[in-house]
């Protein structure tokens, strides 16, 4: 068994700020909004919260551009309204984890705005300068140089140009980032989740992407780079080591072997890093918004490469929605008649694998995709981009951008929370910075505590579960039927103990003959996504669309791991 860690036994919740409660009217999320919704997040059960950025920040890219690392958004409060957060957290036994932003700044940073001042300026070198672009194209669109036009040079900007990338080369880049996280470590928090971490070292020379062209993808030159580690160590070394925190890393493009890499137990880098590998199951050739068909066999097949090749020597985080992603009921599950029973499906998959699962707000209750009708409705810039950049190519028919702008833009996870059927989902009283999701009125936080089926309510059972049985956090896990493309089945172990989990993954009928020795006789069933129960008492179950089982062994809830 893994060594015992209360990160590894902790459930996540992601909370989006500007989305989450607004407390004063004027249309925005704030501190004082996810104060009031403390005793919410206790009574889920929930042991650590992880704000996305709420540091001073321009909003070009919703706070992921700051401009003030020590400071606390104007629009979001003061480090007054901060300060009782975390005070009100840790009274109630949960823990906090920052979004720890610095790959790069905003421009309007004191470090930029100084680099960008003159050639000589002791700041000049925190960032990353050239006299010619080279041919890297940035994620959201168009080159991911930016002239500037005083110095009459460019910097390197893998986002848009208004988040100039750190020269993480320079010692006192890397200097100032860890006195910036002793400053917050030393007010309490409770660790970090480290935006595209794995992006911080790029290849020396910067060489152009070989694919040619005009622009072209660069990743090969920036995706865990040449020293990432050794900053990573680094980083551990001099800050890290020194609390008792909590680390994920997000890491685009990690397979589990470069995964081990950054969370190797052995390593003394980071705790846990965000794969995308799920995430772009459903991405063709031409990336994200090439939106195509994907099989249950290969959502099986990358799970349980993860499940497999870490178990042991590093840890998963699990999620299949955060922030940047469509919502898990509308993507892999289904949001229409069985919205309720596919999300307790997919979320009885994520709290019965191995790793920390993470619950991105609104998921609890099943929260859908929005799409918007028009354009002029989303607020992402990456959405916003690249509608500009196909309107202005004029290949694709708007329809069909649309579509794809429905299945993956990012304003389908921060349209508000919605508390209740009050109006604007009871998220604000004024006018929301994005629109609410109209099915607000039927699915919303209130109703749903009240129903004893609902989705909130089996979130918290399978909360409860994981903390009382630590075979979900420590077992080891094997796939059964790998080729079944209906059914997703899997056994955790841990000593004496066994848990098998069965997923119904289609709108269908479906049956699964259990492997002798589980059903019907020594297992007993402890969780299914329907009322009443089970159909089925023989060693083949017959399972309704979406259904979800989870048997332990007959023998009780294994506490004496
Ligand atoms: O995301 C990194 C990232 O690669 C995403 O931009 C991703 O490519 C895209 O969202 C997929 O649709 C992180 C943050 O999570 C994101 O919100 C920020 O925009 C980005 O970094 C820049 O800080
Ligand atoms: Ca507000």
């Known amino acids: 068994m893994a060594e015992r860690m209360w990160w590894k036994e902790a459930v996540v919740y992601q909370i989006y700020p500007r989305s989450f409660m607004d407390s004063n009217g004027d249309g925005i999320g704030d501190l004082k909004g996810i104060l009031a919704k403390l005793d919410y997040l206790k009574w889920l059960g929930v042991d650590v919260v992880w704000f996305s950025p709420i540091y001073e920040s321009p909003n070009n890219d919703m706070g992921y551009d700051i401009s003030d690392y020590r400071s606390i958004m104007a629009q979001f409060g003061t480090m007054a309204d901060f300060d009782r957060l975390l005070s009100g957290l840790h009274q109630r036994e949960m823990r906090l984890v920052m979004d720890l932003v610095v790959n790069h700044t905003s421009d309007e940073h004191e470090w930029f705005r100084q680099a960008r001042a ?13 006299q010619k672009p080279n041919n890297w194209s940035s994620f959201f669109g168009g080159s991911a140089w930016e002239l500037d036009e005083k110095t009459n040079e ?8 208004k988040q100039p990338d750190l020269n993480w080369d320079n010692p006192r880049v890397r200097a100032e980032i860890h006195d910036l996280m002793r400053w917050w470590l030393d007010k309490g928090v409770d ?18 992407a070989p694919e040619g062209g005009k622009l072209a993808w660069g990743g090969a030159f920036f995706l865990n ?27 685009l493009s990690v397979t589990p072997k470069e995964a081990l890499e950054y969370t190797g137990f052995n390593r003394a880098e980071l705790n846990m890093v965000f794969q995308f590998e799920l995430m772009d199951i459903d991405s063709g050739p031409g990336g994200k918004w090439d939106v195509r068909d994907w099989q249950v066999s290969e ?28 919502r898990m009921v509308s993507r892999f599950g289904q949001d229409g008649k069985y919205r309720v029973e596919s999300a307790k499906m997919l979320a009885t998959l994520l709290h019965t694998l191995q790793g920390t699962p993470f619950i991105y707000q609104g998921e609890e209750i099943g929260m859908t995709n929005v799409c918007f009708e028009r354009i002029e409705d989303y607020r992402d810039i990456e959405t916003i981009n690249w509608y500009k950049e196909q309107m202005a190519q004029g290949e694709r028919p708007v329809k069909e951008i649309m579509r794809s702008i429905c299945a993956k833009s990012r304003d389908n996870a921060r349209t508000p929370m919605q508390w209740s059927e009050a109006a604007h989902g009871g998220f604000t009283t004024g006018i929301p910075w994005l629109r609410v999701n109209p099915n607000y009125r039927t699915l919303n936080v209130e109703q749903e505590r009240a129903d004893a089926d609902s989705v909130l309510n089996y979130y918290r059972r399978l909360i409860r579960f994981r903390r009382e049985n630590p075979v979900v956090v420590y077992g080891d896990y094997t796939l059964l039927e790998p080729e079944d493309e209906t059914v997703y089945a899997f056994t955790r172990r841990l000593g004496e103990v066994c848990l098998l989990t069965v997923l119904n993954f289609t ?12 059903l019907p006789d020594n297992l007993r069933l ?36």
Not at 154 to 161: D, E, R, T, V, W
Not at 508 to 516: K, L
């Open 154 to 161: 460019y910097y390197l900007h893998l986002f848009s140009a």
């Open 118 to 130: 003159a050639k000589d300026n002791p700041y000049r070198d925190y960032y990353i300068w050239r």
């Open 191 to 208: 660790g970090f989740r480290m935006d595209v971490i794995g992006c911080i070292s790029k290849t020396p020379g910067l060489p152009d």
């Open 225 to 251: 780079g040449p020293r990432v580690h050794e900053y990573l160590r680094e980083m551990n070394a001099e800050v890290l080591s020194h609390y008792d925190v909590m680390t994920v890393g997000e890491t």
């Open 299 to 326: 959502f099986k097949r990358i799970c349980s490469r993860w499940q497999r090749e870490l178990y042991g020597r590093g840890w998963n985080s699990l999620y299949l929605n955060n922030h940047d992603q469509p």
């Open 526 to 561: 402890v969780l299914c996504n329907y009322a009443g129960g089970e159909t089925s008492v023989g060693p083949t179950l017959h399972l309704r669309p979406y259904e979800a089982r989870v048997y332990l062994t007959a023998a009780g809830s294994a506490d004496g791991v």
């Open 507 to 518: 709108a269908g009928e479906q049956t699964f003959a259990s492997p002798s020795g589980l």
